[in-house]
Structures are given as C-alpha cells and as structure tokens.
C-alpha cells in the first residue's frame, strides 16, 4: 500500500502544492503501517494523535534550514528518543530516555516527525535481523528470507513505502546489508561525521548512524542534516562529508578480482553483480580489479580481540547482572571476550596496523571500490539451522570497512533473474562520502527498477549541475596528469579535492609534452592572442590550506597562475616557464593531455 508520496521531492510538491498537510502526511503513515501489517517492524509507536499535533505544531513551509520538513521518519531502537523506551531489542534492558540523541536532535530540527523506535538484532549484533524477541521484519521481497541486520526495522520500514527515510546504525554492515536484501540505499557516513551521542553502543571506536532511504538523494540529505562536528561525543570528528555534485569523467573503480568473489555458489548473484559492474563501465568508470586478501584479513578480526570485548564493555554491567536476559547468540558472541586478555587487544590492534598499511597501495589505484553488498540471500531456514554460518557470510564485502575507516554507499543494482535484489556497495577512505553519493546517484539512475519493494518505478533525478567554487573554496584548474583517473589525481582527492566542472581554455595558449623521466607531464603556455588553441581542463575546488599544501609541492618548471576559460571564470591553474619549452613536443594540436596521450599509445 503506497496511498502518498515515497520521496521527498514528492513530499515536498505535495506540501507545496497544498495537496497534503504534515498533519494528514502522518495519518496516511499510520494507515500504511497497519495495512502492511508487520508487528515485527516497530518496537514502539507513538500515539498517533501525539504525531498529529506536532505536525500541526511545524508552522509554515519550511526554508533550507528545514530540508526534513513535515517529514515522517523512524528510528532504530538503540537510539534515544526522548520519552520513548530504549529497549535494543532486550525487554529487560530497557529505559525511558530522557532526552534524545543528538543525531534525533539534529533531525527535528531539520523538520523531521519522529513516528517511532524499529526492531533490531539484539544490542545491533548481527547481520541477519532475526535475533530479536519482538519478532522478525519480513523480507519486502520474500517472507522466507532473511530481512538483513541489525537495522532490520528501519530498513523494511522504508523498502515497504512506510516510511522515506528511517535512521539505523552500522558497526560492521547493519547499515548496508539490510539494505541491499530490501532494494533500498544504505548511507554509512564517514566514522565521527555523525554524533553517536544518545546512541546504545555495539563496539564505540566503529559506530556510525547510518541512514536508510528509498533514493541516494534522499539518504544524502538526510545526512546533510546530520552531520556535523559535536564536542559533546568523544568520537566525534571535525570531518566534512562533502557537497554532492557532478561526477569527475573518469572516475577509477575496483572491482574484487577472481580469487576474491565470493558468491556462496550462487550464479544468479554473481551475474547480477557483474551486470551492476557493468552499468559503471558504461558510465564511463575505469574498472580496475583488486586483491581483496588484505580487506578479508580485516574483517577477520572483527570478532576477535578488541572489537569482541568492546562489545561486551558496551554492555558489561547488563551482561554480568543479567546474562539470561540475552538471546542465545548474542549472549555466546559477546561472553567471549572474557578470554579476550589485554595481550590480545593489544595483540589485534597491531595487526590491524599492518592491514591498514597493506591496504593503503590499493587506494593508490583506485578511487572508489565497489563490492557485493551480501554475496548472496540467505532463508531464515538456512539460519535456525545453523545461526552464526549465514551471518558471517553476510558481512563478507561489510566487515572490514569501519575498520579501516572507509565510508560506503549500498544502493540497489541490477535484480537477479529470479526477481531478489542484488545489491553493491561503494567505499572509499574516510570524507569521501560526497562522491561515492555522486556516483552512486548516477549508478541508481542506470540500473533503475523499483523504489524499495513499493513497485513504483524509480523516477528520474537530474545530475547536480555543475557549480563554482563555495565561499571558501578556491578553484584550481588541472590539464595533465591531475586530471581524474590519471596518475596524480590522488594527491587532489586526499586533500579534498572536489570536482566542478570540465572547461576549456580560451584560445590563447598552447600546449607541449615535457621532457623528462617519472611521471609523464605537460605545460601550459600563455601566447599572444590568436595564436593559441582551446585546451581541455577540469575545474576542482580546494579549501585554502589544502590548495597552499597542494601548491607547495608543485615542481618547476610549472608554477601556478591565473588562466581564463572559454566558459567565463579565471580560475588559478597550472603554467609553464616559457625558457622550459625548449625542445619539448608541441601537442596543442590534440587540445588537451588525454588525446594526447590516446594517441600516445596508439
């Protein structure tokens, strides 16, 4: 049942249209709820007269203060929400919360009408959203498969059109793999970008909240609401998300190579994941594949060492007080940190030092990588056979990424051919999160299909246009190897760099390939008007430190001055010493490095 709109562009219309109030937006939610008909889904509702009259309480149209505005969400039940129970999924551990977390805090603010707390794998243990005494969510696509977890509830809440967007919580995929099971996007922010504060936490040093949506768009403003820097969380950090813009045109993605697909001997997987690859590739991505050996090494230590005795301090007094209290599972994952010495915490940070050191190449390689987002669906027979198997699976391509401080994307890829979603994931190294938002956005838009399991289509959203530089920002514009996809890109992205836009120059310059050994590169030179040619360019926005760091390392003969584009901006870019062209090749004839270099190899 999807009697309103899915989409907050469609809530938006709708308001601003006068063709529905906040007021009737939440009275139509209930009604979906209890034709859906899924008890499992919530663990506490709000009154819904309550709901009504904080909607009516919301006041005029909202501003761009207000992006959440009259807007029904829900909440994952390990995060406080003022006046209603935190249960975790653990009856007798529940409390009334006395205030909400700061991530509900950031959410009302922007507008937003919290309707109530979703079900979960106990204590947010668990990929599989069945270890829970409140029930099982079903599956929106097949009621004998696992829903995914641990944000079981809020994942199906928005794949069913409950809710269009819902708040849960990733440690090591709860955020990701219940999404990819319900045809939803998964948002897992960069670690620190989003305040746990208020949050029941699973391993502190690697929670995030995440944000479950029926569109990246969506799930990106959402997180634009939430985020930001907060003094009162320890683990909060002063990193950027980023603004979601045009994709740069090239854009390097890796892919697992062959000893690093892992299907569960599910063809129909493996296929739909590859025609997913295959949707970027003709978007133009540059597919590069990847050693996986180092990320899988990773994800082993997730339940060893540290990582399983922060789970259990997390809950140490509740645990030691009270251990029938638990699920089974639960309760026989986290009681084996009690063999867990400081030796062998200590013992587990050091080797995750050495898989981070031997992960680092690959990032020189790529710019985003992209995984299953599950190898393959598992039955919730397959689970009450054996509860842990299927679980671990799940978190194959999810496991390692908090760890290694990536931030990651799910969104919906293409479907098997029995109908099941089939999801992928993008990550990349922490404050990358606005292109990963870009380019799963354009992904999303070429696979299409369906809003979550609803069975509208997905409707049409147009690429961000291309911008300039925000205040704050200075524009560099790059020609040679910098360009995106070429050898020295990295050291524009590891500084922040953010793609504008591709221009060119006026016709008042010209174009050589230098001499020299390493890294193959070309200079620009300022000639006398109407002598020169239109060379291609790409524009990137740098905050100013990083623009004089980047600047700085610039290597004579080139320097950095003012260049003027055919499109009207004059912004700073890469110039050559006119005594350096000596000798070497004029290529102006190509217009730019990358025909060059086609040609080069040709």
């Known amino acids: 049942m999807t009697d309103g709109p899915l989409t907050l562009d469609e809530y938006r219309e709708a308001y601003a249209s006068g063709r529905l109030t906040p007021e009737e937006a939440v009275r139509k939610t209930y009604r979906r709820i209890a034709a859906h008909a899924d008890p499992a889904i919530f663990i506490t509702l709000r009154p819904e ?29 390990n995060i406080d929400v003022a006046g209603l ?64 977890g641990s944000s079981s509830g809020s994942a199906v809440a928005v794949a069913a059109g409950l809710v269009p967007v819902a708040l849960g919580t990733d440690t090591a995929g709860s955020g990701r793999v219940p999404a990819g099971l319900n045809n939803i996007v998964g948002l897992k922010p960069t670690l620190g970008a989003v305040s746990t504060r208020g949050v029941v936490p699973a391993c502190r040093t690697l929670d995030c909240v995440s944000v479950f949506a029926l569109t990246v768009a969506d799930a990106w403003t959402a997180l634009e609401a939430l985020a930001g820097f907060d003094p009162g969380d320890p683990f909060s950090r002063p990193v950027a998300v980023g603004r979601r813009g045009p994709t740069p045109p090239v854009i390097r993605v890796g892919v697992p190579d062959a000893a690093s697909r892992r299907f569960g001997g599910d063809p129909l997987a493996e296929a739909a994941f590859d025609a997913t690859i295959g949707e970027l590739q003709a978007a133009g991505a540059a597919i590069r594949r990847v050693d996986m050996a180092p990320f899988f090494a990773t994800a082993a230590l997730l339940y060893d060492g540290p990582w399983v005795a922060e789970r259990y301090q997390a809950i140490r007094p509740f645990i030691e007080s009270r251990p ?24 587990g940070l050091y080797r995750l030092a050495e898989l981070r050191r031997e992960a680092e190449p690959v990032w020189r390689g790529i710019d985003v990588l992209a995984v299953p987002t599950f190898p393959h669906p598992r039955t919730l027979a397959e689970l ?11 978190g194959t391509y999810t496991n390692f990424v908090n760890l290694l401080d990536l931030c990651g994307l799910a969104v919906p890829g293409r479907m098997r051919t029995d109908g099941l979603p089939a999801g992928v994931t993008l990550l990349a190294p922490a404050g990358s999160d606005a292109l990963l938002a870009s380019l799963g956005a354009r992904l999303h838009q070429r696979v299409g299909g ?24 200075i524009e560099i514009a790059v020609v040679g190897a910098h360009l995106s ?25 010209r174009f050589f390939a230098l ?25 990137w926005a740098l905050a100013p430190a990083e623009f004089g760091r980047f600047v700085a390392d610039v290597p004579a003969p080139l320097g950095i001055g003012t260049l003027r584009l055919d499109d009207g901006t004059s912004p700073k870019g890469f110039l050559v010493e006119a005594e350096a062209i000596r000798g070497a090749e004029d290529i102006s004839a190509h217009g730019g490095w990358r025909a060059y270099l086609r040609q080069a190899a040709s």
């Open 324 to 347: 029938e209290a638990l699920h089974p599972v639960t309760r026989a994952i986290t009681e084996r940190a009690r063999d867990v010495s400081a030796a062998d915490g200590f013992a």
């Open 49 to 77: 007269a309550d709901v009504v009259e904080e909607a009516a309480g919301l006041g005029p149209a909202p501003g761009p203060d207000r992006p959440l505005h009259g807007i029904p969400v829900a909440v994952k039940d």
């Open 85 to 148: 129970p935190t249960t975790c999924a653990c009856p007798d551990f529940a409390y009334v919360a006395a205030a909400d977390a700061e991530p509900v805090t950031r959410l009302r603010a922007a507008g937003a009408l919290v309707i109530g707390k979703t079900n979960l794998d106990q204590f947010a243990t668990g990929l599989v959203g069945a270890r829970s005494p409140y029930g099982v969510p079903r599956n929106t696509f097949r009621p004998d498969l696992v829903p995914g």
């Open 485 to 509: 996809g070429l050898p020295l890109n990295g050291e524009l992205v590891s500084r922040g760099g953010r793609f504008l836009r591709s221009a060119g120059t006026v016709g008042d310059y």
């Open 384 to 394: 009450e056979a054996d509860p842990v198997g299927p679980n671990s699976e799940l």
């Open 450 to 473: 369906t809003l979550g399991a609803t069975g509208r289509p997905l409707p049409p959203s147009p690429a961000p246009p291309s911008e300039g530089a925000s205040e704050g920002e």
């Open 515 to 539: 001499p020299g050994s390493g890294v193959a590169r070309p200079g620009l030179l300022r000639v006398a008007t109407g002598t020169g040619v239109r060379i291609e360019v790409e524009v």
